[in-house]
T-cell receptor
């Protein structure tokens, strides 16, 4: 079946501009995660959605970052007034349920470059 | 707070040699531990999880609660094992990943 998809695959933007990154999870998966993967660093948790519950935003690095998930499916990560340090690969993952023991299925990522 | 430490950023071994990728964790509850792998130009994917106690592609990992470790081992490394490996801890709803170890298996 179809896996997690993300778009765009690459995004180059100028410093100060806003960007939107999209994630389509696996159909039926109720949990959705966003991570940031920077060069030489690990996966940094950003935000997680589980069903209709309030999202866990504890990993968002600043108020320039926000995310929403519409209809329990597609999610959009928005970065306002981008900075060069926002350059990274942004990964989305979904799982059938949140919590321990459930495998996360990752998308291919969006490589964001802020010039 | 939950934390995952992978002390080696880079690990290089020769084909046929044993390999061990180290992972230590910190978590106050009962953790679920995973190893994920990312091969070149592929997406991150699950390699194995401790609750399954399985061997995948010859890799095994044993959860040692006393040492709070979940090291990944393979007795005879193959060139196709070259990849980035991430140890992950799932506590509650959140998952915490280590910084990853890049394994290179030389011919």
């Amino acid at each position: 079946g179809a896996g997690v998809s993300q778009s765009p695959s690459n995004k180059v933007t100028e410093k100060g501009k806003d960007v939107e990154l999209r994630c389509d999870p696996i159909s039926g998966h109720t949990a959705l995660y966003w991570y940031r993967q920077s060069l030489g660093q690990g996966l940094e948790f950003l935000i997680y959605f589980q069903g209709n519950s309030a999202p866990d935003k504890s990993g968002l690095p600043s108020d320039r970052f926000s995310a929403e998930r519409t209809g329990g499916s597609v999610s959009t990560l928005t970065i306002q007034r981008t900075q060069q340090e926002d350059s990274a690969v942004y990964l989305c993952a979904s799982s059938s349920r949140a919590g321990g023991g459930y495998e996360q299925y990752f998308g291919p990522g969006t490589r964001l470059t802020v010039t | 707070a939950q934390r995952v430490t992978q002390p080696e950023k880079l690990l290089s071994v020769f084909k046929g040699a044993p390999v061990e990728l180290k992972c230590n964790y910190s978590y106050s509850g009962s953790p679920e531990l995973f190893w994920y792998v990312q091969y070149s130009r592929q997406r991150l994917q699950l390699l194995l999880r401790h609750i399954s106690r399985e061997s995948i592609k010859g890799f095994t990992a044993d959860l040692n609660k006393g040492e709070t470790s979940f090291h990944l081992k393979k007795p005879f490394a193959q060139e196709e094992d070259s990849a980035m490996y991430y140890c992950a801890l799932s506590g509650g709803s959140k998952s915490t990943f280590g910084d990853g170890t890049t394994l290179t298996v030389k011919p």
